[in-house]
């Protein structure tokens, strides 16, 4: 599972932003010619009462009527597709409860990796497109974004980091004009095991869509679990409030609960884990004597460390972990692990990530003490 950070999304295309590099993408019995790829300028696409204030307002009419209006075109996507999919992210909080408990920026859907294919020529036929999406230089926070056009050849591939779903026209550029637009796509693996945070393998049965009437309308939806599983790691106000009203649901059950916990520690174990061994393996190769750029140096050559490096950020990150090797009296592999997990924080995360799985519990609990008293009065 990648990072619960999304990408900003698009607004304007760049002066230079199409690429006149042109595929073939095929939908029936006709072929198109799309623009492979588009260069687009991120933009913060915050809605009001989100990410300010612990307790997040009602949208307005306004508002409401903008969601209903997406969901409403969203089905005449999908309704009649039988591709494996379901909506998930926050939205589906609201969906569960039967109305609309805050803004909603946009429509996050899951799809089965086998699908992805036959999902890219549904859209083609409904004028949208699939793309990968990527910073064009990862270095610089201010970079634009390349969306590119996924071929068949490339949904194969299983290389797609990011996926979202954008509105075009015939030409294949990117409408900015469409209403419902900008969808995030996460690819669910039906043939092997779904991972989560740090590779922990997630119960199965959470990737079963589950069907739910909203607004009059007929929709599938993630199971609770795989929401308050990601919710648990994210720090923004709004996911801790979509977290009290998933509680609220009745439909988060306390076996759900277990279950996200045995997963939260299992990730806590593969971290430790992931630190010991690569302290353990460069630990030889660091003496009293060394300098921060040995350490530095040492801690590259790993091969688990060098992957992990994607920014220049990432590197910089390494280079002040050398340091702090450095300082140390005391280099011997075992006081190396504590200094590490202590600065990268793994057990200050699992801490918080325990303390709000202890709060869901209770008010799950609780929920499910209330729904036992009122069947029994109904008996």
Known sequence: MTSPEKFT?????????????????????????????????????????????DEIELPTDEERAKMDHDLKEFNTIFAE???????????????????????????????ARDDLEKLDKLLLSKNYGLFRVYPKNPNDPRSVNVFERMSG????????????????NEQGKINDDTRLNFMDVHVIETKKTQKGFSGVELPQEWFRPRDVIFRGQKFKIAHPAILAYIKLHRKRPYDQTDLHNLAETDELSSVDIDAIERAIEQEFENNTTAVSNIIKRVAPNITQDSTAEDVFDALMQDKDVADRIKKEEDKERVHKLAELITRQDDKSSENIIRVVIDAAGVEAEVSEQREKLSTLRQRVSNVEKIKEIKDNLEK
Do not use: C, W
Not at 37 to 49: A, I, L, S, W
């Open 9 to 53: 999304f698009p607004q304007n295309s760049s002066e230079k932003g199409e690429n006149t590099k042109q595929q073939q993408v095929e939908t029936g019995q006709e072929t198109h010619e799309v623009l492979k790829f588009q260069e687009r300028t991120p933009f913060d696409n915050k809605v009001d009462h989100l990410d300010t204030h």
């Open 81 to 111: 597709s039988d591709i494996d999919y379901y909506i998930d992210g926050g939205l589906i909080v609201s969906m569960m409860r039967g109305e609309y408990m805050r803004t909603h920026k946009d429509i996050d859907i899951s799809v």
């Open 153 to 168: 050849e490339d949904l194969h591939s299983g290389e797609e980091e990011f996926l979202m779903i954008a509105s075009i």
